[in-house]
């Protein structure tokens, strides 16, 4: 039996919703997964080809792996803040859960792996998320918006961001991201592109970790001058979202290339309304 999977990147936070709004992405990774009788991996991207794969862990948490072959590739770049980890845990829980019949709570199953919500919920459910510990709700990608990606060469590891956040915030900075957080969704469930640009700003984890990648940082500050509707940190960064209205996506990935030209590549891609989707591709 063989069985393809697909799932979509993510972008984590959207600005103000730090651990709670996140965003499925047109961009994609496919796992095959054929029980073989051998255990293998088989990609061509710099990745784990062993137990420690990240798809392979996900297949594991519900699945004996020992006789599968998995096949995986992506197009989700790695450098950081896209969901890779997410994706492949969420492909390889799907593959597994497909195979036993379905059944299991694959939400929970991938919080407990990937250790916050956000960008499992959105790689399962596709389009916008609002995650409050192991429950998702989930909104359609309102029409006309779109994104444009500034994806740094360099990575940076999410350990690292998250290790940059203080165990305690002002009351200040809160207050201001529950006033921004719900600007954003309500511009969402309205489809009001001018609503959502309002919501787009963060004072809980931006700011705090600005030195960790101090171009991305800067670009989020300037998105406005290029003509987006703004921009957020995707995830833990480095990678920019730049959120636009589709009709200008190319116009303001043009103006991004000259901006990003040395460090970064540019990707307008589609927010994805699809989550995973798992196919058989043949009987065994
Ligand atoms: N919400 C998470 C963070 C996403 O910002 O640390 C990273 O995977």
Known sequence: LTLRVRVPASSANLGPGFDVLAAALGVWMELEVEETGRFEVRTELSIARDRRNLAVRGFAALRPVDDVRFTI???????????????????????????NGGGADLLAEAVRLEGHPDNVAAALLGGFVI?????????????GLSAVLVVPDRAVRTSKARAALPEEVPMGDAVFNVGHASLLVLGLARGDLELVARGLDDRLHQPRRASLYPRSTELVSRARSFGALGATISGAGPTVLVWVRSAEAGAVAGRLE???????????????????????????
């Open 73 to 99: 590739r992506s197009d989700i770049p790695l450098s950081g803040g896209l969901g890779t980890s997410a994706a492949a845990y969420v492909a390889g829980l799907a593959a597994a859960d497909a195979l």
């Open 131 to 143: 995650c409050t510990g192991e429950r998702a709700e989930r909104l359609e990608p309102p029409d």
């Open 258 to 284: 000259g901006e990003a030209a040395g460090w970064a590549r540019v990707m307008a891609v589609p927010f994805a309304g699809s989550g995973v989707e798992v196919e058989r591709t043949s009987a065994g």
